[in-house]
């Protein structure tokens, strides 16, 4: 397989006036066409800030970025405003939380649709329309003819998201972002959508990024899991590994605290504390103070992400 | 009547604690065009349940089937349009029972967002303490109730009784309503998403603490939860809602172990695996959850179930007793008319 993303040692800060946040601390990895990688953190550690970057959504005047991040060899952190916008319309897509953002609540779903199919391939009115019913269809919404006529507030939460993903895909991406698609999903509608987005990645062999908090979510539709704590991955490794035996004590600890069937009358496993501020680049394992391995030369310097096995990399000094 | 000090045990064990009966809530809203017509969401419809001494009772369902709409309901911060409810053998907000106020001393809410439920310009110990002053305890006395509560949900007074809300994590203003939870001694808690936000890591320290608190201070649980894994860990008894209705409700071994509602299993069935070996194929059920304003006749499951028959948008079904728990479903209705019905 051939990486058509490649992030290296990727940081991104914000600026404020009256703070500063180290979001992303020197983020690596890499993407092969039709694979998905699932992101795995909890609130804060940086996973949504690392997905914009590769769209480079960041406001301009307050961020600060370093690293590199190369789709198909072209670095997006040096685009020009021209590249940035066909990467953006043409290349790379994303789908969100909250599909509301994604359209405009004036707008008919197949107007929207169709406009952005007009725009990226010049066809006319007439057939940018036929193609947004096609992508209702690939979506698997019912009745798809009717439904470009409803607005964005006349669907249900579910049909809304897959109209996004519809959206989504109309510009034939080779890369997703997913960003919490499902998260404010009812059970029984995020299991569909889980459902359709593996199977489009597979049909169009997709690169899929897949940002979430939830486990149980990253093993449906992943390949590969790294798990980000307080803007770094500490581990990433085959989704089978990362489950059967994650190395880092966070990933350990994150999987162990995880209610799942079976665990009734058990006491849970915790992590005592709290994630840290990120005001400060720590000058050494960000987990340290939550640690319960905690040794000496964890605060001296930052541990490296290392591999321990072919694609299994974890970042702490107990790994080998 | 003092009302700091623990509630004595009035009927016995084998009285429930709270038995609602026929609660209603039904919510007008504007429709149509201009918002001229009054369409109604029926939130809660004809809803009874109990909850023993000393259990932990379930809720789950899914957005918007009226899970917050009952714990309000059982706390009296929305009034039911129809229903009863007796609080240890004391009919509530009648005649020669209970008051509300007092209903809402022995029972208690924690929410989900941790945040809204502060007020941001007090620091913890003046919410803690904001309660138990008002109902007349002594300044010295509330001072040494909030170092206890405080001791009780993990947090040194020392450290966090003089804080802000803006200074804590979510995980640790979630033990701050839990310890105001606990400030007039109730026991009864309604638990309303109250872990949903926390990061897993976080909610498993939280859930160890209310399990610790409810040996400890003798209490009764009704955990509200669209997490299915967390209810099962906690819950003894479940209770599945879908549309303003009881579907099914029973023992937590049963629910899980061997569900009988059609919407039970789907619901169960639609949790993300957790291993890579046995992914989902296919989704339980297709479509979602229809519009609570105007739901479905007979049977409101019956426009996604796949075992519907004329019979379900005839007749509502009832929530009848099965082998171990109950159920509201035709197809377990002797001679209810449904295919799959043994005979009356
Ligand atoms: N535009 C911005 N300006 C300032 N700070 C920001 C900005 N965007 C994100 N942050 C901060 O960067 C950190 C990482 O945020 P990020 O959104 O990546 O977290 P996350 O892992 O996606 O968390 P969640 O699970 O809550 O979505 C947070 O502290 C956040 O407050
Ligand atoms: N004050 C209100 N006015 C009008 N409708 C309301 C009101 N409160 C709740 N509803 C409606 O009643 C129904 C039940 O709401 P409720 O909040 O009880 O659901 P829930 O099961 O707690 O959902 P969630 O899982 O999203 O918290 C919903 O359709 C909701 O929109
Ligand atoms: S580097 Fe040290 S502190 Fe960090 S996770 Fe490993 S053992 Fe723990
Ligand atoms: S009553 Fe009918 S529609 Fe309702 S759950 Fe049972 S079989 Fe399905
Ligand atoms: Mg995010
Ligand atoms: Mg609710």
């Known amino acids: ?320 | 009547m003092d009302t700091l000090l623990p509630i004595q045990d009035r009927g016995g064990p084998a009285q429930p604690l709270l038995l609602a009966t026929g609660l209603r809530k039904h919510f007008p809203v504007a429709g149509g065009l201009f918002g001229r017509t009054t369409k109604v969401v029926r939130a809660v419809d004809d809803l009874s349940l109990s909850v023993a001494k000393g259990e932990t009772l379930g809720v789950v369902g899914e957005s918007g089937c009226g899970k917050s709409t009952v714990a309000r309901l059982l706390i009296r911060l929305l009034k039911p349009d129809k229903g009863t409810m007796v609080l240890d053998g004391d009919p509530v907000d009648e005649p020669h029972g209970i008051t509300v106020n007092e209903l809402r001393r022995q029972v208690q809410m924690v929410f989900q967002d941790s945040y809204a439920s502060l007020n941001p310009r007090l620091t913890i110990a003046e919410t803690l303490a904001f309660a138990p002053r008002a109902h007349g305890l002594p300044a010295a006395e509330a001072r040494e109730r909030v170092r206890d509560l405080l001791s009780k949900v993990g947090l040194d007074p020392a450290n966090y009784a003089t804080r802000y809300p803006h200074e804590l994590s979510g995980g640790q203003r979630q033990r701050v309503n839990i310890a105001r939870a606990l400030a007039l001694r109730p026991r009864l808690i309604i638990l309303d998403e109250a872990v949903s936000a926390l990061d897993k890591s976080v909610e498993a320290q939280v859930l160890n603490m209310l399990v610790d608190l409810k040996t400890e201070l003798d209490l009764t649980y009704v955990f509200i939860s669209h997490d299915l894994n967390v209810v099962q860990y906690l819950s003894d008894r479940v209770l599945v809602m879908y549309l303003g209705k009881i579907v099914e409700l029973g023992p937590v071994e049963a629910i899980y172990g061997n569900p009988q509602h059609p919407y039970t299993r789907a619901l169960l069935s639609a949790r993300p695996s957790m291993d890579p070996r046995k992914r989902t194929h296919e989704a339980p059920i297709q479509g979602d959850p229809p519009n609570p304003i105007d739901p479905p006749s007979g049977c409101r499951f019956r426009t996604r179930c796949p075992f519907a028959e004329d019979v379900c948008a005839r007749v509502e079904p009832p929530l009848a007793d099965a082998q171990f728990q109950a159920v509201a479903c035709h197809m377990r209705v002797a001679g209810s008319g449904h295919s799959k019905a043994m005979a009356a």
Request: net charge neutral; charged share 25%.
């Open chain 1, 1 to 320: 397989m051939t990486n058509m993303l490649q992030v290296r040692d990727l940081h991104v800060t914000f600026v404020t006036p009256d703070r500063t946040v180290h979001a992303v601390n020197g983020v690596s990895f890499d993407l092969a066409r039709g694979e998905t990688l699932g992101i795995l953190g909890e609130s804060g550690s940086g996973k949504s800030v690392t997905l914009r970057s590769i769209l480079r959504l960041h406001p301009e005047h307050r961020t600060r970025w370093s690293g590199s991040i190369k789709l198909e060899g072209d670095e997006i952190l040096d685009m020009a405003p021209r590249a940035l916008s066909d990467l953006r319309g043409q290349r790379v897509s994303m789908i969100f939380q909250e599909p509301a953002t994604a359209f405009d609540p004036v707008f008919t779903i197949g107007q929207q649709i169709a406009e952005t199919v007009r725009r990226h391939t010049g066809k006319s009115e007439t057939e940018s329309m036929k193609r947004a019913k096609d992508l209702l269809e690939m979506v698997r919404i019912p009745s798809p003819a009717q439904r470009l006529k409803a607005y964005p507030h006349e669907m249900s939460g579910g049909m809304r998201q897959r109209a996004m993903i519809a959206l989504a895909l109309s510009c034939n991406p080779t890369l997703l972002l997913a960003d919490e698609p499902t998260t404010a999903l009812d059970a029984t509608v995020q299991i569909q959508v889980l459902l359709l987005i593996r199977e489009l990645q597979r049909e169009f062999n997709l690169g899929v990024i897949f940002v979430t908090h939830d486990i149980g979510v990253a093993v449906e539709v992943s390949d590969r899991i790294g798990v980000m704590y307080a803007g770094k991955l500490v581990e990433m490794a085959p989704v089978e590994r990362m489950v059967d035996a994650p190395q880092h004590p966070y990933s350990r600890g994150l999987l162990a605290s995880t209610v799942h069937d079976g665990m009734r009358g058990q006491r849970l496993e915790s992590i005592p504390g709290a994630p840290p501020d990120l005001a400060e680049v720590p000058s050494g394992c960000s987990f340290a103070p939550r640690c319960k391995f905690v040794r000496p030369d964890c605060t001296t310097a930052v541990p490296a992400l290392r591999d321990i096995e072919a694609a299994h990399a974890v970042r702490c000094v107990l790994a080998a």
